[in-house]
Each structure stands twice: as structure tokens, then as C-alpha cells.
Nanobody, 131 residues
């Protein structure tokens, strides 16, 4: 059974930092492209950052580029999201995601921000940034 378990969320003031973690089980983690999404109340779920299996190739949404850093530890089956210079507009539920199909290929979806590409999701961790 696949499980993705996020942790590390919380409440911070603008300008602060948080580090999210997502521990995976039930998948061959080292072959999976891992992606962080977020969803604010009343808004669509949006892709925030992705990391390829090599742990080096990354992509970010424009809204977080330069402030967020995604990383992974394949020995711990865990992906991280370091969030610095947080803004109130970063307030959202944050989810990690993976895909059985793309995991079999050991690749990332071309349209990685499209939530329909992923069938494995965690329960989410809440991030609240106050001004």
C-alpha cells in the first residue's frame, strides 16, 4: 500500500521559514519524480516544485522560485520543501504527490504542474503565514 505522509507545516509570520517533509512508502521512491502541490481555500491545487530521481534536476512555479527549495533523500524515502521568505499568499495546504505511471518510467511528467498526472497523494500539511 502506497503512503505519502507530509509533516512540518505550521503557523509563521511573513518572512519566516518552514521545512516540509514527505515520507513515502510502498513505492520505489528512487524511481519516482516527486512533486509538491498546494491548495488555498477556494483555489485550484497548484504545482509548486518538482524533483527528478537524480535529486538534482528541479523545477519551480514562478511564484516560489528563489524562495523555495525542493530536495530528496533516497536513502530515507523522503522529499523536502524548504520554504524561506514566506508570504501570506503562501498560506495553503501543502501536498506531496507521485505517479505510478511515471514512476514505472523513472521520469517526470512533461506537464508536471497538472494534478491529474498523479495518483498518489498525501493527506497534506497546513501552512499559515500571517502578515
Amino acid at each position: 500500500q502506497v503512503q505519502l505522509v507530509e509533516s512540518g507545516g505550521g503557523s509563521v509570520q511573513a518572512g519566516g521559514s518552514l521545512r516540509l517533509s514527505c515520507a513515502a512508502s510502498g513505492i520505489t521512491f528512487s524511481r519516482n519524480c516527486m512533486v509538491w502541490f498546494r491548495q488555498a481555500p477556494g483555489k485550484e491545487r497548484e504545482g509548486v516544485a518538482k524533483i527528478f530521481t537524480d535529486g538534482v534536476t528541479t523545477s519551480y512555479a514562478d511564484s516560489v522560485s528563489g524562495r523555495f527549495t525542493i530536495s530528496r533523500d533516497n536513502t530515507k524515502n523522503t522529499v523536502y520543501l524548504q520554504m524561506n521568505s514566506l508570504k501570506p499568499e503562501d498560506t495553503a495546504m501543502y501536498y506531496c504527490a507521485a505517479s505510478a505511471e511515471w514512476g514505472a518510467w523513472g521520469a517526470c511528467p512533461i506537464m508536471w504542474k497538472n494534478k491529474s498526472r498523479y495518483n498518489y497523494w498525501g493527506q497534506g500539511t497546513q501552512v499559515t503565514v500571517s502578515s
